[in-house]
T-cell receptor, first 113, second 111 residues
């Protein structure tokens, strides 16, 4: 099946710093989704991207759908302690079918005070 | 409030026992899913159901079974045939765009 390479695997940053993470694939995706998972909880959808080149913001979060449709990026500005968690990307080849979702392995973010 | 409810949140099982994880949603979503999460790995699809009384195997269905008798409910049974069942299990449902909404998860530990 398809694989998503998500990096970095983990990050330790100081409060107030900006954060960048990305997902790449050898396959083309029609939709990119970014989720955040708090410890012991289910993932929560942060941003959904539907069009190549699309740049979408949600508060301090900004995500981009790569122009080649094989990658996506998530940036977090001015990090705060509650940003701690695991961030997952997910690519979807067939829009409208969650069956076709492929998840990255996650980026574990730790924010130091 | 609308959402997805999983129970129990924590479950301990002895080897050789079957256990059933509950998943209920009141979002009126047609599709429901079960994922398995292991440390350092992405989510892996176990089973999914797009309509009542119909379900399909995902990527790692061996040792698991499901039913979909009602739109709101999609229970997962972890059978004794599952060789390494200790994991975090996530139930999800989706709208027509395919965006998943997750429950809070159930952590299963085999003693």
């Amino acid at each position: 099946g398809q694989q998503l390479n998500q990096s970095p695997q983990s990050m330790f940053i100081q409060e107030g710093e900006d954060v960048s993470m990305n997902c790449t694939s050898s396959s083309i995706f029609n939709t990119w989704l970014w989720y955040k998972q708090d410890p012991g909880e289910g993932p929560v959808l942060l941003i959904a991207l539907y069009k190549a080149g699309e740049l979408t913001s949600n508060g301090r979060l900004t995500a981009q759908f790569g122009i080649t449709r094989k990658d996506s990026f998530l940036n977090i500005s001015a990090s705060i302690p509650s940003d701690v968690g695991i961030y997952f990307c997910a690519g979807q080849q067939d829009s409208g079918s969650a069956r076709q979702l492929t998840f990255g392995s996650g980026t574990q973010l730790t924010v130091l005070p | 409030d609308g959402g997805i409810t999983q129970s129990p949140k924590y479950l301990f099982r002895k080897e050789g026992q079957n256990v059933t994880l509950s998943c209920e949603q009141n979002l009126n979503h047609d599709a429901m899913y079960w994922y398995r999460q292991d440390p350092g790995q992405g989510l892996r699809l176990i089973y999914y159901s797009q309509i009542v009384n119909d379900f399909q195997k995902g990527d790692i269905a061996e040792g698991y079974s499901v039913s979909r008798e009602k739109k709101e409910s999609f229970p997962l049974t972890v059978t004794s045939a599952q060789k390494n069942p200790t994991a975090f299990y996530l139930c999800a449902s989706s709208i027509w765009t395919g965006e998943l909404f997750f429950g809070e998860g159930s952590r299963l530990t085999v003693l």
